[in-house]
């Protein structure tokens, strides 16, 4: 069942999200996965939400959240530039974090994230700075070159989707491989593109993520 929420970040600052359990009589869920969206994408991606739609039979929670108001998301859309703010990402991903550790339904559940283009970096950046409370990061057609010096601070199992048509993002993901210094794996979907259009791509990414969480949550 998914909840529409409004969540306090700070500054003023509120952020639209649904969040969603497990459907059934399954009991508390065993996790909780955060949604980053990125490159212009919000809580309404049909991609992400079919990602969580897996997770959700899968027995995790999910919460999608629009890292952006809808007055920067104008401002984004004209500039380009808060996609890039990987800062600012990450901080309204932390404070998601710490709304969810303090919400009944969610409160004590370990935490992992789940982060789309630019939205792995901000990904990247947020558990590099949770060590303690983030315990797994997927990357789905990820930029973690965007998290900086902050990559290699990462020590989670972190999981790196890519498309096998999607050359230059694969390239930053294998370079990004190295920094990483935790566990790590790179998956490439076979003829997949940046986006995962093709039929079976994103089942695909959905299936790899569904088991990366489950191991780690």
């Given at each position: 069942m998914n909840q529409a929420l409004r969540v306090h970040v700070g500054g003023g600052v509120r952020l639209d999200a649904d969040l969603a359990l497990p459907p059934g009589p399954a009991g508390r869920p065993h996790g909780l996965v955060l949604f980053a969206h990125g490159s212009g994408s919000s809580r309404h991606s049909p991609r992400n939400r079919h990602v969580a739609e897996r997770l959700r039979a899968a027995g995790l929670a999910t919460?999608?959240?629009?890292?952006?108001?809808?007055?920067?998301?104008?401002?984004d859309a004209v500039?380009?530039?808060?996609?890039?703010?990987?800062?600012?990402?990450?901080?309204?991903?932390?404070?998601?974090?710490?709304?969810?550790?303090?919400?009944?339904?969610t409160e004590g559940l370990p935490t992992g994230l789940f982060g789309a283009s630019t939205g792995?970096?901000?990904?990247?950046?947020?558990?590099?700075?949770?060590p303690d409370r983030v315990h797994a990061v997927v990357s789905r057609g990820g930029r973690p070159d965007l998290a900086g010096e902050r990559l290699g601070r990462v020590r989670?199992?972190?999981?790196?989707?890519?498309?096998?048509?999607?050359?230059?993002?694969?390239?930053?993901n294998r370079q990004a491989m190295e920094r990483l210094a935790g566990e790590k794996r790179l998956e490439i979907v076979p003829g997949a593109t940046h986006l995962f259009e093709e039929p079976g791509a994103l089942d695909e990414v959905a299936r790899l993520a569904t088991a990366w969480f489950s191991a780690y949550l």
């Open positions: 919460l999608l959240a629009d890292l952006l108001t809808l007055e920067e998301e104008r401002e500039t380009r530039e808060l996609r890039f703010d990987i800062g600012l990402l990450a901080r309204r991903l932390e404070a998601l974090s710490d709304w969810a550790q303090t919400d009944a339904r792995a970096a901000a990904a990247l950046v947020t558990a590099a700075s949770l989670q199992p972190t999981l790196l989707i890519v498309g096998g048509a999607d050359p230059l993002v694969l390239d930053l």
